[in-house]
């Protein structure tokens, strides 16, 4: 059962019944509204799922990247290829912070029936460390394929692979909203 259907009960006549009720809402490919309470617990928990998907990702790779200043191999970067290091590791260290805050906002509000703002505060920095984290993946793959790339291919691969995460990322899910925001409109019409 998701969070926005509701828990079984009981029909008039006594039978079980799953907690959709066709209200006509169901016919027309309409979900019956969602409760405030509910929505806000189920956008909760969304962010949490999300959350832990993206701290292992970049927890594993702010941990790889604090490692290579160690390795022989970095005292022979040329002064370019540390400068983009240091961007990595700062963005990768951002980038933890911001997918991390939302355990740390959570932790200090709870109880203070302030989940709405508890979930938007949570949301905008779940965007900032998704915009962190895509330039920390970038910057890691240019510091690597500089090395094993001849000239300039390394920098045009990167930027493909950062349009790629753009279009993935920020235009589809940019698109699919307005496309529902479309309907929606027609719908109301």
Known sequence: MTMTEQPAGRTENGHACCGHHDDGAARHGAEPPEPARERVNRRWNEVLQETRVTQTGVQILFGFLLSV???????????PDKV???????????????LIAPVS???????????????????RLMVCGMVLLALTIGCTLLLILRFVVPGVLAEVLVGAVMLWFGLCWYVLPLRLRRKAARRAEREQA
Do not use: C, N, W
């Not at 983009?84 to 911001?98: H, K, L, Q, W």
């Not at 906002?105 to 949301?123: N, P, T, W, Y």
């Open 84 to 98: 983009i290091y240091v961007m990595t590791v700062v963005f990768g260290a951002a980038a933890t912070g911001s």
């Open 105 to 123: 906002i959570h932790r200090f509000l709870s109880g203070q029936r302030m989940k709405d703002e508890v979930v938007e505060a949570a949301g």
């Open 69 to 79: 200043a160690f390795t022989p191999l970095f005292r022979e970067l040329a002064t």
